[in-house]
T-cell receptor, first 109, second 115 residues
């Protein structure tokens, strides 16, 4: 069946460092792919999405490209800020909706 | 624009007591609706989803139940809470009619503590 595998955390970075959070998927069809962010004590917010191969989703300096050849949707940001500290979830939408296990990011000044 | 409401925001209940959590969506019609649970420091567990009034699919056997009495209302219930029911409960919606390809939008969540 379909599934999402996400990089284990926690991840700790210094401010202005480069961020990559890996996400790979398994799917029988052509799913949509998403990244969500969850700040402490809050619900999940959609960060970005891509609906077909080679699409790049972007928002707030974060980017992810839908790579069908490597079945990946890695999240990247060139320069993280303290305010980016949160838990990030990769997700796949198709015949069902699947979330990764989440990656906790802490950015230190 | 669409908004999603959940209440209460926090709840402390004794073991064996009943539970009712409510979720409502505004600004859309015939949405898909979802209930998730998130245990401390863990990922999301899908509990129930609904594609229409009175249509409930259960993903995990447990002592919880869900109902959808109106198009944009989704209720999570229990007759007798267990300690293991503690967690952060999230309601979400997505556009209906096209499987699960659309993004889900989440409410603010309910923090439930069972003592």
């Amino acid at each position: 069946g379909d599934s999402v595998t996400q990089m284990e955390g926690p991840v700790t970075l210094s401010e202005e460092a480069f961020l990559t959070i890996n996400c790979t998927y398994t799917a029988t069809g052509y799913p949509s792919l998403f990244w969500y962010v969850q700040y402490p004590g809050e619900g999940l917010q959609l960060l970005l999405k891509a609906t077909k191969a080679d699409d790049k989703g972007s928002n707030k300096g974060f980017e992810a490209t839908y790579r069908k050849e490597t079945t990946s949707f890695h999240l990247e940001k060139g320069s993280v800020q303290v305010s980016d500290s949160a838990v990030y979830f990769c997700a796949l939408g198709g015949n069902q909706f699947y979330f990764g296990t989440g990656t906790s990011l802490t950015v230190i000044p | 624009s669409q908004t999603i409401h959940q209440w209460p925001a926090t709840l402390v209940q004794p073991v064996g007591s009943p539970l009712s959590l409510e979720c409502t969506v505004e600004g859309t019609s015939n949405p898909n609706l979802y209930w998730y649970r998130q245990a401390a420091g863990r990922g999301l567990q899908l509990l129930f989803y609904s594609v229409g009034i009175g249509q409930i699919s259960s993903e995990v056997p447990q002592n919880l139940s869900a109902s959808r009495p109106q198009d944009r209302q989704f209720i999570l219930s229990s007759k007798k809470l267990l300690l293991s029911d503690s967690g952060f409960y999230l309601c979400a919606w997505s556009l209906g009619g096209s499987g699960f390809y659309n993004e889900q939008f989440f409410g603010p969540g309910t923090r439930l503590t069972v003592l």
